[in-house]
T-cell receptor, first 115, second 112 residues
Framework: GDSVTQMEGPVTLSEEAFLTINCTYT??????LFWYVQYPGEGLQLLLK?????DKGSNKGFEATYRKETTSFHLEKGSVQVSDSAVYFC??????????????FGKGTLLTVNP | DSGVTQTPKHLITATGQRVTLRCSPR?????VYWYQQSLDQGLQFLIH???????AKGNILERFSAQQFPDLHSELNLSSLELGDSALYFC???????????FGPGTRLLVL
């Protein structure tokens, strides 16, 4: 079945540091890939997505590139801020099973950014 | 604000009891997904409804059931509750034939 593996952290960085959170996936079909972010006490928010190989998703300074050859979708940001402190989830959606776009999530990575 | 609402926000109940969680999708979204977030299992897909019909089931226990009503809101019913059912339950909605899902704030269930 489908699966997502991401570095679990926690990750602690200083403000303005470079961020990378690794994510790799296994899927039977040709999935779309997502990063969601969960701020304390809130629901999940879509951060960015990519639907085909070599696509780059970007939002709020975050980027991730869909790498089919390495089955990866690593999240990066050049300069993190304290407000980026949250849990980040990598996820995939694989339509090969029909019309169900269910998301398969990684376990999440807690990011803490210190001033 | 995603436009997806969930009630109640918090729920505390006892083992053996039954509860109902409610989800209202974004205006116009026909699909509703339910997910469970727990410390040991992470985020897991439970069930998917589209325009009132069940589309797919994931790791949903037989003690759990769901439905989607004509006004498109959905309810997740959890019965014979056990301590291990304590978790955060999210619903998400998506537009017709679109992959992007918009999540509600969740219902935190505590079974004592």
């Amino acid at each position: 079945g489908d699966s997502v593996t991401q570095m679990e952290g926690p990750v602690t960085l200083s403000e303005e540091a470079f961020l990378t959170i690794n994510c790799t996936y296994t899927a039977t079909g040709y999935p779309s890939l997502f990063w969601y972010v969960q701020y304390p006490g809130e629901g999940l928010q879509l951060l960015l997505k990519a639907t085909k190989a070599d696509d780059k998703g970007s939002n709020k300074g975050f980027e991730a590139t869909y790498r089919k050859e390495t089955t990866s979708f690593h999240l990066e940001k050049g300069s993190v801020q304290v407000s980026d402190s949250a849990v980040y989830f990598c996820a995939l959606s694989d339509l090969s099973g029909g019309s169900n776009y269910k998301l398969t999530f990684g376990k999440g990575t807690l990011l803490t950014v210190n001033p | 604000d995603s436009g997806v609402t969930q009630t109640p926000k918090h729920l505390i109940t006892a083992t053996g009891q039954r509860v109902t969680l409610r989800c209202s999708p974004r205006s116009g979204d026909l699909s509703v997904y339910w997910y469970q977030q727990s410390l040991d299992q992470g985020l897991q897909f439970l069930i998917h409804y589209y325009n009132g019909e069940e589309r797919a089931k994931g790791n949903i226990l037989e003690r759990f059931s769901a439905q989607q009503f004509p006004d498109l809101h959905s309810e997740l019913n959890l019965s014979s509750l056990e301590l291990g059912d304590s978790a955060l339950y999210f619903c998400a909605s998506s537009p017709v034939d679109k992959e992007t899902q918009y999540f509600g704030p969740g219902t935190r269930l505590l079974v004592l």
